[in-house]
């Protein structure tokens, strides 16, 4: 993944022989991140890539499973985790047993279909330890009640944080619930170390909705722009939104009176400065 740097716009000019040199004012040049604004950039371009890959996997997912197991509820499943694999990433839908947890169903999504998939018969597959923690995870977070801003349940991802505690980041994410619109309000994180949660954040004090769409047949904004007050950087959710939209979000953080662009390219996400 790409670490974003500021950069500096110059101005060239040409001399012509016997000919005065024209003046020539150098363009001003883009302001440089300082260290802490690279830390925060990068922590939201690694964790907004995950946040997408993760939702699209269980999306994806689901919709696979669902075709090959129209019965689901009534094969007891409960659920779903997805593990970060070589080749992609593995949603596995699992159910209760009286030693734990096991594997119903799984299928591997490689970012643009799933290109496996598998139906476990009762006790062909049970969850290793790092999967008992993302279920446990999951029902841990079921029982969080934040503040929402929609009438539809929330959508979850859940993924290790790499630090050494073995923690998770665990996310609760407003669903779009129509068409052309774009939710910004109502996304939650927690951070959970040994089946507890130590940690939680939202990433705005308001409900926040932008239209993707000019209501116009066939017309779309050049991008969304949105303040943020709550920190000085864009967020892991100004990226999963620029996915969502497929679009750049225009981040403003009036602390630091800076904006920035989160943008999209070649499939994976940047931030840079705008001013």
Excluded at 33 to 46: F, W, Y
Excluded at 97 to 108: I, L
Excluded at 154 to 165: A, E, H, L, Q, Y
């Amino acid at each position: 993944m790409n670490r974003f740097k500021g950069f500096a716009i110059l101005a060239g000019s040409y001399a012509l022989a016997a000919t005065p040199l024209a003046a020539q004012d150098a363009a001003p040049p883009k302001p440089e991140m300082t260290e802490a604004e690279q830390a925060g950039v990068q922590q939201a371009v690694d964790l907004g890539w995950r946040v997408y890959s993760y939702d699209q996997a269980a999306w994806h997912g689901t919709d696979a499973m669902l075709e090959d197991l129209p019965d689901a509820s009534e094969r007891g499943i409960a659920g779903w985790i997805v593990n970060d694999i070589a080749d992609g990433w593995e949603t596995v839908f699992f159910r209760p047993t009286d030693a734990g947890f096991e594997a119903a169903w799984a299928g591997v999504y490689n970012g643009r279909k799933v290109i496996r998939r598998t139906t476990y018969a009762p006790g062909e597959r049970a969850l290793v330890p790092d999967e008992v923690a993302l279920v446990e995870a999951n029902l841990l977070l079921r029982r969080q009640r934040p503040e929402r801003c929609s009438a539809s349940p929330f959508n979850s991802v859940i993924f290790p944080t790499g630090k050494p505690d073995g923690g998770l980041y665990a996310y609760l994410l407003t669903p779009q619930e129509k068409v052309g619109e774009i939710p910004f309000g109502g996304h939650h994180r927690f951070e959970i170390v040994d089946g507890k949660i130590t940690d939680s954040r939202q990433f705005t004090k308001s409900r926040i909705t932008l239209p993707a769409s000019t209501g116009k047949k066939g017309e779309r904004p050049v991008g969304l722009t949105v303040s943020h007050i709550l920190d000085a950087t864009p967020t892991e959710l100004h990226v999963f939104s620029a996915y969502a939209a497929n679009m750049s979000v225009y981040v403003i953080t009036p602390d630091n009176d800076r904006v920035w662009a989160v943008e999209v390219s070649g499939g994976r996400p940047r931030i840079r400065i705008v001013r």
